[in-house]
């Protein structure tokens, strides 16, 4: 696979990610103040959050758990809520400091005199890969909840998702009926 193709791989991914843990669940309403600042703005327009910041990542799992209650989960579907969660929240807190940390390398890096490109193209080419490793593991997830789902609880799912990306200035409305 290309780099090119990674990196638009993974921006996908990354957008179905983000829909699934910021919009998915997310109730309608712009709750911690980040709804409204982004509003007529979507997702990879200038004007998104400059970076993943932990209170967020938070804010998003409990905003999961709290429309997840609003779906009436019998016990299968909660331990594959929970496993899916559970992921999010280790990509979370585990995987996704590590990109601060390769940035900080390659910001040292670059301001050598004589900055080693190799070693920059090398971590950032590992770093999307690991990316899209851990991505990949959690769209599983994803998908193994998502099927232990009647068809009235995938709906709320998908129309909860196109009230968001509507919300963000995405063009996509939300099913009349």
């Known amino acids: 696979m290309t780099t090119r193709k990674k990196i638009l791989v993974i921006t ?3 957008v179905l990610v983000l829909g699934v843990l910021g919009i998915g669940f997310i109730a309608v309403g712009g709750a911690s103040g980040i709804g409204p600042s982004f509003k007529g703005h979507c997702f ?3 004007f998104r ?4 910041h932990q209170d967020i990542g938070e804010f998003i799992l409990w905003r999961m758990d709290k429309s997840s209650g609003e779906l009436n989960l019998a016990q299968d579907q909660q331990a594959a809520y929970q ?3 559970d992921y999010l929240e280790s990509i979370m807190t585990d995987v996704l400091p590590q990109k601060a940390e390769m940035k900080r390398a390659i910001h040292m890096e670059m301001e050598n005199g004589s900055p080693d490109l190799l070693m920059v193209t090398g971590r950032v080419k590992t770093h999307v890969d690991d990316m899209y490793g851990h991505f990949s593991a959690a769209l599983e997830k994803f998908e193994q909840f ?3 789902l009647d068809a009235g609880q995938q709906k709320q799912i ?3 998702i196109k ?3 509507k919300a963000h200035g995405c063009g996509i409305q939300p099913d009349a009926g």
């Open 146 to 148: 998502y099927a232990t």
């Open 44 to 46: 990879g327009s200038k």
């Open 83 to 85: 496993s899916f969660r």
């Open 163 to 165: 009230e968001r990306m």
């Open 12 to 14: 996908g991914i990354s």
């Open 49 to 52: 959050h400059g970076g993943f």
């Open 158 to 160: 998908t129309d909860r």
